[in-house]
């Protein structure tokens, strides 16, 4: 696993708790940086969280020259967010030998739930992991 991506290392993300196919990540959200045109946390932003989640939970199950790509991520948005601390809980609820399908719930600080994200993770071997 390798950590802090350059991205969460940008935005500032945090790995709070990794396990087996699960992981959480924390980020403190301001609207004057992760803000839309309406002055909330723009939607990107969560999406981006959840896969940080996600990709952090899903490094825990791949073996050595393996390597792992997302194919999709669906996101809905439940309420939303201004200045706040996100907390992002990823787990996988299929592990399959190439394709593993991942939850993710993205609270905010007095633990109302912002967000649910789906996503799926091809994971490559080989030729198809090499350069990744």
């Known amino acids: 696993m390798r950590y802090p991506t350059a991205i969460s290392q940008l935005l500032n993300i945090a790995v709070v708790d990794v396990g087996a196919g699960a992981a959480t ?3 403190r959200t301001d609207p004057a940086l992760h803000g839309n045109q309406q ?9 981006e969280l959840a896969d940080a989640a996600i990709g952090t939970a899903h490094s825990t199950v791949v073996e050595p020259g393996q ?3 997302s194919i999709d991520l ?10 706040d601390v996100l907390t992002a809980s990823a787990r996988v609820t ?3 030998r190439t394709i593993s399908h991942y939850s993710c719930e993205i609270t905010r600080g ?7 994200v789906t996503s799926t993770v091809m994971t490559l ?3 198809r992991a090499a350069g990744r």
């Open 39 to 47: 002055g909330t946390v723009h939607g990107g932003l969560l999406c």
């Open 74 to 83: 669906k996101a809905t948005f439940l309420r939303p967010v201004w200045a």
């Open 67 to 69: 390597s792992f790509t």
């Open 110 to 116: 007095d633990g109302k739930p912002v967000a649910t």
């Open 94 to 96: 299929h592990a399959g």
């Open 125 to 127: 071997t080989g030729e």
């Open 25 to 27: 990540v924390r980020i």
